[in-house]
């Protein structure tokens, strides 16, 4: 069965940084678009950000544009967020996604999800 675990989460002060990481299994993982979103308590699902299959093509929310940067490694079945200049409003639970959409701003581009990692930042 597809499985899609997150870990790397924790409680930082603003300014630092994370790396968070989603390890797949049970799928044919460089086909796939993965994706990161984020929810805060009482906030909808947000989306963070995407990167292709071939790792060729990202995109991001404006909100963290400049300081979040995924990437992905096809042969460990993994793919990374690495978060720099964490503030307060960045605080939510980081859910990774796999989908075969060829773009991947939506919840509905999206086949599999993890269960999610908190991050907490503290001011």
């Known amino acids: 069965q597809v499985q899609l675990v997150e870990s790397g989460g924790g409680a930082v002060q603003a300014g630092g940084s994370l790396r968070l990481s989603c390890a797949a299994s049970?799928?044919?993982?460089?086909?796939?678009?993965m994706g990161w979103f984020r929810q805060a308590p009482g906030k909808e699902r947000e989306f963070v950000g995407y990167?292709?299959?071939?790792?060729?093509?990202?995109a991001y929310t404006d909100s963290v544009k400049g300081r979040f940067t995924i990437s992905r490694d096809n042969a460990k079945k993994t793919v990374y967020l690495q978060m720099n200049s964490l503030k307060p409003e960045d605080t939510a639970v980081y859910y990774c996604?796999?989908?075969?959409?060829?773009?991947?701003?939506?919840?509905?581009?999206?086949?599999?999800w993890g269960r999610g990692t908190q991050v907490s930042v503290s001011s």
């Open positions: 990167i292709s299959w071939s790792g060729g093509s990202t």
């Open positions: 049970g799928l044919t993982f460089s086909t796939y678009t």
């Open positions: 996604a796999a989908g075969l959409s060829r773009v991947g701003r939506f919840e509905y581009d999206y086949d599999y």
